[in-house]
């Protein structure tokens, strides 16, 4: 095989495996694997740079950073739709279609949600991806074509043959609820701001001029309707997408809970109105905010008579959901005591029902967000429920506060332990700094037990605060030496669920060091964290000896989470626990970090200069595979510089120093 061939295949592989991982959620190799792959492309076209084309997978890692987006107009106007709030809408929109169309023949709709993210354009001509256009004002978009590539659900080819030359198809950019929550933790872990909620992350993100950092963030896509409609053979909006799947585009016409389709063909008014209620009863489920139902006439014969009306369609409307508000009255607020000691302000109130639940407490937020609403206890409040987030207080109706009210003050002492709180300058709670505050523990014990943790998943909230109420359990690593006579006596427990328990805790004694880490509940190591630091340390002793600069010179490490870590670790009665797990028998498995190479273990190479076919970016991660590190700048602790082309002051400094500076294949080399 040539080496032309060796791309092609080399391509068609890599994009049937990203559409297995990121479309079909199932992967058949492993991400090292996949790695491998991808290194094997790039590899190539670094020798053969004319093997570098628009569609090539290699487009999907990103590329330097654009000085500002260009324009560009939409071939056909990007509108938007008619909002209302009630489902009796959508019987007057039903109303107002027939009376256009002068007929009482039922009008057949697709209903389907709608995505709470963003606008997006994108345009395939002869079956390659080449435009990606935001809606802008309608009229006149940005390009975000760079970025889009990065979208690894997107195919960056379809068949040529199903489709006309252009071919135009819009859709929601977003980014799943789960995907939102990881991406803020590696914010969090980097020092950087975190994103207010997904939609603004996505946002963000589509418009990020450096398409290398949108690479790193999951953004998905979901077509929900053609450009131009012309020449694609669908005769209704139904057929569209199904045309769509066809192509492995992704779209929302297979979906399904619990068993029905979130995407309904729908024989009239009616039938739409029972939708609106369905797709809001699974709206928790979903993997994605949504923030109403858009109801499209099905027909595009019908959709073309119809026309638009200003700057929407008479064919379509969105049925929005309302965040769901109710009044009640606070009876008292009380703090709570998190994981990490934040004391979090709770509204604890009378009963009341919002958006399917009952709900007798909200947050307040912090002492700031109480001051700025003038909540006071005995005052009647607006609640509201938005999708899944926590239950908060909205406004006080001040026309019925009484005047015997009294403002809040905020305890300046933890409530459980009643140790004096702290306040960092630069945030807005308080913090209980006891480690051992029997509320720090308690909820700490249950991020250990947690299923992403140590997953001891007979280790239930109930039973975790009878063992600890009980003082069975005051640490984590107690856990390890319950017996089942300890748990026979403690309420509703007989000998099965004993039993389970041990077994349960047992089945956890071997943890990826990963999840270990994870588990010790660091503030602000969260999972993406343990792993980068399970894969750089290997094993427990070589973690417990970390030093700020060592984790500093890991990829995704900020000096937020640095000093947070260097903090537990010097701390005596944290490492003892950590010693005292292992001593009562959790052993660390042998998993694939710890078969991971060795070859550059302990070592610290700083990088300098450029180089012909390699990112500092990707060398970094080489040497941390390897159980390197690459601290930033050049000292007397550092074993080599790596120098490439118009490498300047840091070369200097290390010839100072007597420090070894080795060539990019020099380099290379040493893990041969
Ligand atoms: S169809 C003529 N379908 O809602 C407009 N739009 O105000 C055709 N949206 O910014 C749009 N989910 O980004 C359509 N299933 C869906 C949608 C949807 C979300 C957004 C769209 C647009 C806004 C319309």
Same mark, same amino acid.
């Given at each position: ?253 297979a979906k399904k809970i619990k068993k029905s389709a979130i995407i309904k063909k729908c024989k009239n008014a009616e039938e739409a109105v029972a939708h609106y209620h369905f797709i809001e009863s699974v709206r928790d489920q979903l993997e994605f905010e949504i923030d109403g139902m858009v109801m499209k006439v099905n027909s595009f014969q ?6 638009? *009306?200003? #700057?929407? %369609?008479?064919?379509?409307?969105? &049925?929005?959901? @309302? ?5 009640? $009255?606070? /009876? ?96 807005? *709670?308080? #913090?209980? %700094?006891?480690?051992?505050?029997? &509320?720090?523990? @308690? ?5 250990? $037990?947690? /299923? ?52 349960s805790i047992d089945a956890s004694r071997q943890p990826e060091l990963s999840r270990f880490i994870y588990a010790l509940g660091i503030r602000f190591v969260g999972e993406q964290t343990a792993k980068t630091l399970a894969n750089y340390y290997q094993d427990v002793p070589s973690f417990l000896k970390a030093t700020e600069e060592d984790l ?59 180089f012909d076919n390699y990112k500092r970016s990707d060398l970094k991660k080489t040497i941390e595979v390897n159980g390197g590190s690459s601290p930033g700048s050049v000292s007397k602790n550092t074993d080599y510089l790596i120098a490439g082309e118009a490498a300047g002051s840091k070369l200097k400094k290390a010839e100072d120093l007597g ?14």
């Amino acid at each position: 095989m040539n080496y032309k061939e060796k791309h092609k295949k080399l391509s068609i592989e890599i994009e049937q495996h990203n559409y297995n991982y990121h479309s079909l959620d199932k992967p058949t190799i492993s991400d090292y694997q996949f790695d491998q792959l991808f290194n094997e492309l790039l590899e190539l076209e670094s020798k053969h740079p004319e093997l570098v084309t628009e569609t090539s997978p290699s487009q999907r890692a990103g590329s330097t950073p654009l000085d500002k987006f260009s324009k560009v107009k939409h071939r056909t106007p990007m509108l938007s739709l008619q909002n209302s709030y009630s489902p009796d809408d959508i019987l007057a929109f039903d109303e107002r279609i027939k009376k256009f169309l002068n007929s009482d023949e039922d009008v057949e709709f697709i209903c389907e949600p709608k995505l709470d993210g963003l606008a997006l354009e994108l345009v395939y001509e002869k079956g390659l991806l080449t435009k990606a256009i935001t809606r802008g004002d309608g009229t006149t978009g940005e390009d975000v074509t760079l970025n889009t590539k990065t979208i690894k659900t997107i195919p960056l080819k379809i068949d040529a043959g199903a489709v006309p030359d252009v071919f135009e198809l819009r859709g929601e950019v977003l980014l799943h609820k789960s995907d939102f929550e990881s991406l803020n933790e590696g914010q969090l872990s980097q020092g950087l701001e975190t994103f207010s909620n997904p939609r603004n992350a996505a946002a963000g993100t589509l418009r990020q001029l450096d398409s290398r950092v949108a690479a790193t963030r999951p953004l998905r896509f979901y077509a929900y309707a053609p450009g131009v409609i012309d020449g694609h053979g669908a005769d209704s909006h139904y057929q569209f997408l199904e045309a769509v799947n066809q192509l492995k585009i992704p779209n929302l016409i297979a979906k399904k809970i619990k068993k029905s389709a979130i995407i309904k063909k729908c024989k009239n008014a009616e039938e739409a109105v029972a939708h609106y209620h369905f797709i809001e009863s699974v709206r928790d489920q979903l993997e994605f905010e949504i923030d109403g139902m858009v109801m499209k006439v099905n027909s595009f014969q019908l959709q073309q008579e119809l026309g638009f *009306v200003a #700057r929407s %369609p008479r064919w379509a409307t969105a &049925a929005k959901y @309302k965040p769901k508000q109710e009044t009640t $009255v606070i /009876k008292d607020i009380v703090l709570q005591v998190g994981r990490t000691g934040a004391l979090t302000p709770v509204a604890i109130m009378e009963p009341v029902f919002v958006g399917g639940v009952t709900i007798t407490n909200a947050t307040l937020h912090n002492e700031s967000e109480i001051a700025r609403k003038d909540v006071r206890i005995g005052d009647t409040v607006v609640v509201q429920r938005a999708g899944d987030v926590i239950p908060e207080v909205v406004e006080v109706v001040l026309k019925k506060r009484k005047k015997s009210s009294v403002a809040y003050e905020f305890p300046q002492k933890c409530p459980v332990c009643g140790t004096k709180a702290e306040k960092n300058e630069d945030e807005a *709670v308080y #913090r209980c %700094p006891n480690l051992f505050c029997p &509320a720090v523990v @308690k909820e700490s014990l249950k991020h250990f $037990v947690s /299923k992403k943790a140590m997953n001891i998943d007979k280790l239930g909230e109930q039973i975790t605060k009878q063992l600890w109420t009980e003082g069975l359990v005051k640490t984590f690593s107690d856990i390890y030496t319950l017996k089942k006579e300890d748990i026979l006596p403690l309420e509703r427990q007989g000998e099965k669920s004993a039993n389970n328990i041990i077994k349960s805790i047992d089945a956890s004694r071997q943890p990826e060091l990963s999840r270990f880490i994870y588990a010790l509940g660091i503030r602000f190591v969260g999972e993406q964290t343990a792993k980068t630091l399970a894969n750089y340390y290997q094993d427990v002793p070589s973690f417990l000896k970390a030093t700020e600069e060592d984790l500093l010179a890991l990829n995704d490490i900020g000096p937020k989470v640095a000093s947070s870590i260097t903090s537990s670790l010097s701390n005596k009665d944290f490492v003892k626990e950590v010693q005292n797990l292992l001593k009562n028998g959790v052993k660390i498995a042998k998993s694939d970090v710890t078969n991971a190479s060795k070859k550059l273990k302990g070592l610290k190479f700083v990088i300098t200069g450029s180089f012909d076919n390699y990112k500092r970016s990707d060398l970094k991660k080489t040497i941390e595979v390897n159980g390197g590190s690459s601290p930033g700048s050049v000292s007397k602790n550092t074993d080599y510089l790596i120098a490439g082309e118009a490498a300047g002051s840091k070369l200097k400094k290390a010839e100072d120093l007597g420090v070894k500076v080795l060539s990019i294949e020099q380099f290379l080399a040493m893990l041969d």
